[in-house]
């Protein structure tokens, strides 16, 4: 296809542990790709966009990320309850995604058991999430574009061929403004959006 997008299938990332032991985080992506290396793992100073999937096991505190803006919505689980700043917030895969400086003060706990988050943090540029519905359409002016799936379902750009992605599985494109996105996804029996799209264009 013209437009061959990176994909990433979050199973197949190895899980790195949360320093206060509270859960794990696989990383997705990170861009530049190779500024990676050039840093500790999850250091802001390696990346301009990050994203990742956290798994929250226990309460704790996010790790604070100066200078940094950040995404984060709820993929499964029963939820989580956020005080952020001194301001609750109630979030399950129902909700809509928080976006919120990384610096504040978070402190997460699970409201029943383990959850999967889903974070995109930035450190300069414009950034979006927001949640994909089955068979809308999404069109954007943000050059790097994306999906992340919650459930397996076919992917396409208008007028190309479709793509078919399991669960949990990210895809992405470098050159990507304006192009129409479609994610066909089978009717889920519970709350939430069938993904979340993504986008960015660096500062």
């Known amino acids: 296809m013209k437009f061959a997008p990176q994909i990433v299938h979050a199973q197949a990332i190895a899980p790195q542990p949360w320093r206060n032991g509270g859960g794990q985080t696989r990383e997705l992506l990170t ?13 802001a100073s390696a990346w301009q966009l990050r994203i990742s999937l956290a798994e929250v096991s226990s309460s704790g505190q996010f790790s604070a990320y100066p200078g940094v803006q950040r995404w984060f919505t709820v993929v499964d689980g029963a939820g989580v309850r956020l005080m952020l700043d001194g301001i609750k917030h109630h979030l399950d895969a129902g909700s809509g995604p928080l976006n919120f400086a990384g610096e504040a003060v978070v402190y997460c ?17 414009t950034a979006l999430m927001l949640p994909c519905r089955s068979d809308a359409c999404w ?31 990210l895809l992405w494109l470098i050159d990507a403004a304006g192009l129409d996105f479609f994610f066909q996804a089978p009717r889920r029996n519970h709350r939430g959006p069938a993904g979340w799209w993504l986008g960015y264009t660096p500062g």
């Open 109 to 125: 706990e699970p409201v029943a058991g383990p959850t999967r988050d889903l974070n995109l943090m930035y450190a300069s540029g």
């Open 31 to 43: 861009w530049p790709a190779a500024s990676a290396s050039a840093a500790a793992p999850g250091a």
């Open 139 to 169: 069109t954007s002016p943000l050059t790097q574009r994306g999906l992340f799936t919650r459930c397996a379902g076919r992917w396409h750009i208008a007028g190309g061929p479709a793509l078919e992605l399991p669960a949990h599985t």
